[in-house]
């Protein structure tokens, strides 16, 4: 039990701050200050980062800003054994990049044939019902990762992305309290 909680404040700690390459500049920013000072995405392809930021915003509102694209982008560009997403958790086969992809994909595919658009060009309604459908494994003709899967992927990637820091904890109302040791936080 000890080193289950270890584990997970060392990724808590480790999302906190992630290398990110500016301008030729290694900086360490957290995936939300990455965004916001643009950080080029170097894996995902930009239609694949529209449809991932809006589908984590569904899932979770307010992970776009808090830098999914970014997040998972910097994640797939590390080694398979350093990575922070749940993928690697859930033993998704590595790269993870395909996992990302084949998801992304048949998400697109499967908005384009229900309703003749993007996942991102959706409503809101449309973009709920859609993950709850891909959620419950109820959407015809899918073709990829099991919806329900994709959806628990992303899901934890939208959580992780949004409460993985210092202010994603605050934003819950729970204080950090780097000055008291772990044992006694729990």
């Known amino acids: 039990m000890a080193e289950i909680q270890r584990r997970a404040l060392m990724q808590g700690a480790a999302l906190a701050a992630l290398s990110f390459t500016i301008d030729g500049a290694e900086v360490w920013l957290s995936p939300s200050q990455a965004q916001a000072q643009g950080a080029p995405i170097n894996v995902l392809k930009p239609d694949e980062v529209e449809t991932l930021e809006a589908v984590g915003d569904t899932l979770l509102p307010g992970a776009r800003k808090a830098g999914i694209a970014n997040f998972v982008d910097n994640q797939l560009g590390v080694a398979p054994g350093d990575c922070l997403l749940m993928a690697r958790i859930a033993s998704v086969r590595p790269p993870f990049v395909n996992f990302y992809r084949a998801a992304l994909g048949a998400i697109e595919r499967s908005c384009l044939s229900l309703h003749g658009k993007r996942f991102a060009e959706l409503a809101p309604a449309a973009q709920y019902d859609f993950v709850d459908r891909m959620r419950q494994n109820k959407i015809e003709g899918w073709q990829g990762?099991?919806?329900?899967?994709?959806?628990?992927?992303?899901?934890?990637?939208?959580?992780?992305?949004?409460?993985?820091?210092?202010?994603?904890?605050?934003?819950?109302?729970?204080?950090?309290?780097?000055?008291?040791?772990?044992?006694?936080?729990?």
Request: charged fraction near 20%.
């Open 145 to 186: 990762p099991p919806g329900p899967f994709v959806y628990f992927l992303l899901r934890h990637d939208a959580v992780d992305v949004a409460f993985g820091t210092v202010e994603g904890i605050e934003s819950l109302g729970v204080p950090y309290m780097p000055h008291i040791s772990p044992e006694k936080r729990w």
